[in-house]
């Protein structure tokens, strides 16, 4: 009897926690003839299940009113509310998705992109307040802050055609988002602010969709300063979530399964949700620990670094909804143990790859320098993952484990820490390539000033000869001394820029004193033919 009892209890359990977090049907989008039809009693359910946890919870009194002020309020609106500036604006990619970004603006400063991962918003990077949020971290740094939000989610669920009722509206991956989202994003923000190129962090699926931009669009690789990647998702194959793992042993039939029932979005952000997590997720609430058992069970378990205050907040913001084929692709990832293009099948690969499987991202045409940042405790991305990774980017420049063996997936945002453990050190690897590249640009145009000084030269002694030559005898000629190799300067009509490398940078300075011993004898020949 004892363990059929203990299965009993567990699923329980399961089952209260399923119930707590998504206890709706607002947990799925279905699109089929009867969902409208289905709508009251829909209502009628939420209702009753948000008044049952009311009273489970203890009514939701006693809420502080920040908190149930920060879950209530959108990104522009929580950024004006601590005294930030905000904008907020839209972006059209060319298979007509309309994307909204949030701004922090700091004018004529250098911009910085953030990109968040699957099933959140720009939210994410400044719900923690002023002390902790990167995005408010960044702004008082002196960038000019600017936070994406990939199709799909609650700020970008609008199409030039498309209603997001219709399934072709969800016919997407994070591929797309590589392919399309992050180019309208990178070129909007470089036309806006007159920069050349910005800084990009992502988190999670933000660093993926920047894999996939720089593998099928590399020219982007030179509009990117630098890029931070927070808990890099490339080769997860061997992810330690438990919850994964066994689900991604039913995708072949939970994918059928959706799509014979049409399920297109995954969590959507609903009043129900916001209102739930408010109810049952606040201090005084007995389901407290539910709420962040939750969180641990997906991200990894470090009550250490949670602010369960905050649980409100974070539960209202996040998840904001998610493309069905979004899930369906990641599960191919650690089935396959490839980071890949979807997998549409053999004949459709076929047609689409030319080839009966999907073609690898090529990672060696990621040329930006990269930063990557990871956990020992992540329970979706894993630290031989991330080795693989940074053997076949070109550029790594950084590889850092978070010095805190419990460290998780979400603490990369939202830890109490995390100034200290993570941003202070991903604002110093962006110092250093800034500095490095303010080296180089100044070491270059040291390098062009000593190659008009040569030119300068060369053409003294050249008017030195011409000088010189009439006073001669016939038979007798200077000897040509230019040498020929100094003259490095491009023809004005010519289309090809001038490589300099930093070899010819050395070469150019430890020459210096050989240029002004030529001069000097230069000059001295000069003075004794007029003498």
């Given at each position: ?67 149930l ?25 060319k ?21 968040h ?5 720009s ?28 199709r799909?989610n ?36 470089l ?18 969709i920047?894999w ?34 066994t ?7 939970l ?42 069970l ?42 890949r293009k ?5 004949l ?6 030319n ?9 060696s045409?990621?040329?930006v ?5 990871y ?10 993952g ?85 006073n001669?005898?016939?038979?007798v ?17 010519s289309?090809?820029?001038t ?33």
């Amino acid at each position: 009897m004892w363990p059929s009892c203990r299965a009993c209890a567990a699923l329980l359990l399961h089952c209260l926690g399923a119930l707590l977090v998504c206890g709706s049907a607002d947990a799925f989008t279905i699109l089929s003839p009867f969902s409208y039809s289905s709508l009251s009693f829909k209502n009628l359910l939420n209702s009753v299940l948000l008044s049952s946890n009311a009273n489970l919870a203890g009514g939701g009194r006693n809420l502080k009113s920040d908190v149930l002020e920060d879950a209530s309020l959108i990104t522009p609106k929580l950024i004006r509310k601590y005294g930030y500036p905000s904008e907020t604006h839209t972006v059209v990619t060319k298979d007509g998705y309309i994307l909204e970004m949030h701004r922090i603006p700091k004018k004529g400063a250098q911009p910085v992109l953030l990109m968040h991962g699957i099933l959140d918003t720009s939210a994410t990077w400044v719900l923690m307040g002023p002390k902790s949020g990167l995005g408010y971290m960044l702004s008082d740094l002196g960038y000019d802050v600017w936070m994406g939000n990939s199709r799909g989610n609650r700020y970008s669920k609008n199409h030039t055609s498309l209603n997001s009722d219709y399934q072709e509206f969800w016919d997407f991956t994070f591929h797309e988002m590589g392919k399309y989202d992050l180019p309208a994003n990178i070129d909007y923000i470089l036309s806006k602010t007159g920069y050349e190129q910005l800084h990009y962090i992502g988190h999670s699926q933000g660093t993926a969709i920047f894999w996939v931009l720089c593998s099928e669009q590399p020219a982007y690789s030179q509009k990117i300063t630098s890029m931070h990647a927070l808990a890099p998702i490339a080769y997860i194959h061997d992810m330690k979530s438990p919850l994964f793992r066994t689900l991604v042993l039913f995708l072949d039939f939970l994918t059928a399964a959706t799509r014979m029932l049409r399920i297109t979005e995954f969590m959507p952000n609903t009043k129900f949700l916001v209102d739930h997590s408010q109810v049952v997720c606040h201090d005084n609430a007995m389901t407290q620990d539910v709420c962040s058992n939750i969180l641990f069970l997906v991200a990894g378990y470090n009550s250490e670094q949670l602010n369960k205050t905050m649980l409100p907040v974070m539960l209202s913001h996040t998840p904001s909804g998610a493309s069905i084929k979004q899930l369906e692709h990641f599960g191919q990832l650690m089935k396959s143990g490839h980071f890949r293009k979807f997998d549409r099948g053999y004949l459709r690969n076929q047609l689409e790859y030319n080839r009966m499987t999907p073609p690898d991202y090529d990672l060696s045409r990621v040329k930006v320098p990269v930063a990557l940042y990871y956990s020992v405790n992540d329970l979706l991305v894993s630290t031989t993952g991330v080795d693989r990774l940074a053997r076949e980017l070109p550029n790594v420049i950084d590889k850092y484990l978070v010095p805190m063996e419990r460290f998780n997936h979400l603490d990369f945002l939202w830890a109490i820490d995390v100034k200290p453990l993570v941003y202070n050190r991903l604002v110093r690897n962006i110092r250093r390539v800034e500095n490095h590249r303010a080296k180089l640009t100044a070491n270059l145009a040291s390098y062009l000033a000593m190659q008009l000084q040569r030119q300068h030269l060369q053409m003294h002694q050249i008017q030195l000869q011409a000088t010189l030559q009439p006073n001669l005898p016939p038979n007798v000629h200077t000897p040509l001394r230019v040498e020929q190799e100094v003259t490095l300067t491009t023809s004005p009509t010519s289309t090809q820029p001038t490589t300099v490398t930093m070899e010819d940078v050395v070469d150019a300075t430890t020459s210096t004193s050989t240029l002004e011993a030529r001069a000097d004898s230069y000059s001295d020949a000069d003075a004794n033919a007029r003498a």
